[in-house]
């Protein structure tokens, strides 16, 4: 069980989440049931984009330690047809337990700063050329993205780990920059 978020926990996811917001123009608001996680969204380069934030505090080594991370899922159309989707193999917590693989990957990417990427594209009856954008989606992912998925209309990218050094909107711009999204007023 994590400990609870301290005031200064709370202050801190709050600052984080209200500026971001204001950069960005977006609505934010606290989680129902998670004091640290916020959730913003709205429109951005013409495109509905909604991001969940938090600041969880973790057991590290025995002191309590303070991580942030960034869910961002942006609705606009992919170059996935219709049904189709990319996203991560998946082991469940029954097949890691008894040393089994899970799912075979369809995709195999050796990225420069994230390791190897292994990734279902579904349905595999997908056109080759549909595999390649898959692969070249994977290679240019910027260092900070932890997870994706994509489907036909929508794509989401989260980040995790992040310090409180971490400009925030620096990260977003980076990230929204990779799918093509600039702001309209630049």
Known sequence: MLPAP???DLRTAATRAETLAAQFELAARIDDEVPSTWHLGGEYAGRQIAIAMGSPRLRRWGAGAVTHW????VHEATWLPNGAALRPASRNVWQWREGLPGETPHLRVRHPQLGLLEYMLLPESLH???LGLAERTLKSLPGDISWLSA???QWEVRVSQLDEATPLAELLLRLLEWQGLKPLSS
Do not use: A
């Open 6 to 8: 301290t005031r200064r």
């Open 70 to 73: 960034l869910h961002l899922t």
């Open 151 to 153: 489907q036909h209309k």
């Open 128 to 130: 080759p050329d549909q």
